[in-house]
């Protein structure tokens, strides 16, 4: 059994299949059965997956809630190695999601994807405000 701590309005991903909580407060939520499970901080909306590094991990996703792997290794493999020539830091990624998969973990290949569009995210917001800062913008 699978227990979880969610904060009010977080969704969770449980296979197909969506739940939003409602509440003031966390709530505690136990989940038993095989279905995969993602929280919503790990997930993310396929239709914002904008960067090689987001499509990789939108198409993770869909492999772990849908259970579809094989129906996407085609993409998964140009994705990869879209992701592996930008730079060393990609290729690590894609060498630490390989064991992940390898491992038949997808979560942790998901969290891996996820972490790493987040620091993508932040480093490309604060190149932003530095170039503002040059131009005089701020």
């Known amino acids: ?8 309005g977080e969704k969770i991903y449980i296979g197909r299949s969506t739940l939003l909580i409602r509440a003031d407060t966390t709530v505690t939520v136990y989940i038993n ?3 995969p499970v993602l929280k919503d901080r790990e997930a993310i909306d396929p239709k914002t997956a904008v960067t090689p ?6 198409l993770l996703q869909e492999m772990y809630l849908h259970g579809q792997a094989t129906h996407h ?13 930008q730079s060393s830091e990609c290729a690590n990624l894609v060498k630490t999601i390989e064991r992940w ?4 973990n997808h979560y942790m290949a998901i969290r891996a994807a996820a972490r790493f569009a987040h620091k993508q995210r932040q480093a490309r ?4 405000v530095a170039e503002e800062i040059d ?3 701020l």
Not at 73 to 85: F, G, I, P
Not at 125 to 128: L, T
């Open 33 to 35: 059965g095989d279905q």
């Open 135 to 137: 131009q005089g913008d």
């Open 125 to 128: 917001s604060m190149h932003v």
């Open 101 to 104: 998969l390898i491992e038949d």
């Open 53 to 58: 590094v987001d499509q990789l991990h939108a």
């Open 73 to 85: 290794m085609v993409r998964y493999r140009e994705l990869t190695q879209e992701v592996a020539v």
């Open 1 to 8: 059994m699978l227990k979880l701590a969610i904060k009010p």
